[in-house]
């Protein structure tokens, strides 16, 4: 009898050692569990996810859906440092989508990439109890003018666009809603070139924003700054914007890259119970 008793509680301890919310949250809804290097169906298409470290299993969570660059697929993001390093440490759930070709469609106002992001939200939150009043969009490079994009025509359901090294061609563009913007691009860039204004104005980058924002076309001030020694930022901060979404500008002298810190800076300071 002891010895039944001992197995019986044997079984017991490791199936509650197995138990994990994620994989509870995926057989309830019949889902097939999906994380890191394992796709996420969304239907012909797919995209990659990754938790925070300690996250408890039930607190709702932010999220940042980011585009990958061009040639690139969602497992890179997945592993790197200074994105998936950011997002682990601050909490916040991770998504990155698959482009097709390994590229996005971001000329078009009418592209199926909005649409297939935002599947991607509605399917992860099958998945994950997200916060959806704190979704940030961001990418780099071409994956930058897709978030660009995406935050244009669904910016009723962004919090803030946190963009890298890559803009609209044509800043001109009507989009939905305002929302918070942090930009980082740097005047070197050969790749997708700096978007200056007119005259040579830096401010330039951010144009379309400053206009569908209600801000000013010279930043309320500027900050220099920088994480490492070898790059400083100027910031330029619009405040006092009519819509009350606020833009961050950081303009450096280098060329095509994402900045170390870059994104936990920018998370912290939107996520301000992560500062402490």
């Known amino acids: 009898m002891r010895i039944l ?15 994990s919310p994620s994989t509870a949250r995926a057989e309830s809804t019949d889902l ?16 990659h996810a990754r938790l925070p470290d300690n996250w408890d ?18 497992p890179l993001i997945m592993k790197h440092g ?33 649409d297939f992001a935002l599947q991607v939200i509605e399917e992860a ?30 910016g009723s359901k962004v919090h803030s666009l946190l963009a890298v090294s890559g ?3 044509d800043q001109s563009e009507q989009c939905e809603a305002p929302v918070n913007v942090r930009h980082v691009h740097g005047t070197r860039d050969n790749v997708m070139d700096y978007p200056f204004g007119p ?16 801000c000013g076309p010279k930043a309320d001030y500027l900050k220099d700054w920088q994480a490492v020694k070898i790059l400083q930022f100027q910031r330029h901060v619009w405040e006092n914007c009519s819509s009350g ?30 500062n402490g």
């Open 32 to 47: 097939v569990e999906c994380q890191l290097a394992v796709p996420c169906p969304v239907g012909s298409r797919s995209f």
């Open 82 to 114: 200074r994105i998936a390093g950011a997002t682990r440490k601050l909490g916040v759930l991770l998504l990155a989508p698959n482009g097709l070709g390994r590229t996005w469609d971001f000329w078009d106002p009418d592209t199926d990439d909005v």
């Open 245 to 274: 979404k606020s833009i961050r500008l950081d303009v450096h002298k280098r060329g095509h890259f994402i900045p170390r810190f870059w994104f936990e800076r920018n998370l912290r300071e939107l996520l301000p119970s992560q």
């Open 167 to 169: 803009s609209f061609p």
């Open 125 to 154: 939150a099958k998945r994950w109890p997200i916060d959806r009043s704190k979704i940030f969009v961001s990418g780099y490079s071409y994956g930058s003018a897709m978030a660009w994009r995406f935050a244009c025509s669904a």
């Open 5 to 19: 008793s001992f197995f019986a509680a044997l079984m017991v301890g490791l199936s509650v050692s197995s138990f």
């Open 199 to 214: 005259n040579g104005e830096v401010e330039g980058a951010v144009a379309l924003w400053r206009y569908h924002n209600g």
């Open 57 to 74: 299993g039930k607190s709702s969570l932010p999220v940042l859906l980011h585009f990958h660059g061009w040639g690139r697929q969602g």
